[in-house]
């Protein structure tokens, strides 16, 4: 059994910052791919970022490319991300997630666990 929890969203006016975290509990995920989501009121469920188990690698959707950093602690069974010049279309609930396999993967039904999401609103 595996429960993901994040934390760290709130309220930032545009250009700001945010660290966004997701613990993990019962099971270390050490192995797996981890990756972030977010879902804008009225909108779709959409990939943000997701992290490979091995070497560390990244995949960015290109909408937060060269603004948002996706890192994890194995030790501590918690992802990060950092968020960087923020804008009001950034505004959604976010929610981080655990790949079957090693990951990463881009889609949803690649993923096992997912956490409750936090809310991140960017204000113009």
């Known amino acids: 059994q595996v429960q993901l929890v994040e934390s760290g969203g709130g309220l930032v006016q545009a250009g700001g910052s945010l660290r966004l975290s997701c613990a993990a509990s019962?099971?270390?995920?050490?192995?797996?791919?981890m990756g972030w989501f977010r879902q804008a009121p009225g909108k779709e469920r959409d990939f943000v970022a997701a992290?490979?188990?091995?070497?560390?690698?990244?995949y960015y959707a290109d909408s937060v490319k060269g603004r948002f950093t996706i890192s994890r602690d194995n030790a501590k069974n918690t992802v990060y991300l950092q968020m960087n010049s923020l804008k009001p279309e950034d505004t959604a609930v976010y929610y981080c997630?655990?790949?079957?396999?090693?990951?990463?993967?881009?889609?949803?039904?690649?993923?096992?666990?997912w956490g409750q999401g936090t809310q991140v609103t960017v204000s113009s």
């Open positions: 997630a655990r790949t079957k396999g090693a990951g990463p993967s881009l889609r949803m039904n690649d993923y096992d666990y």
């Open positions: 019962g099971r270390t995920f050490s192995w797996n791919g």
């Open positions: 992290i490979k188990w091995g070497a560390g690698s990244t």
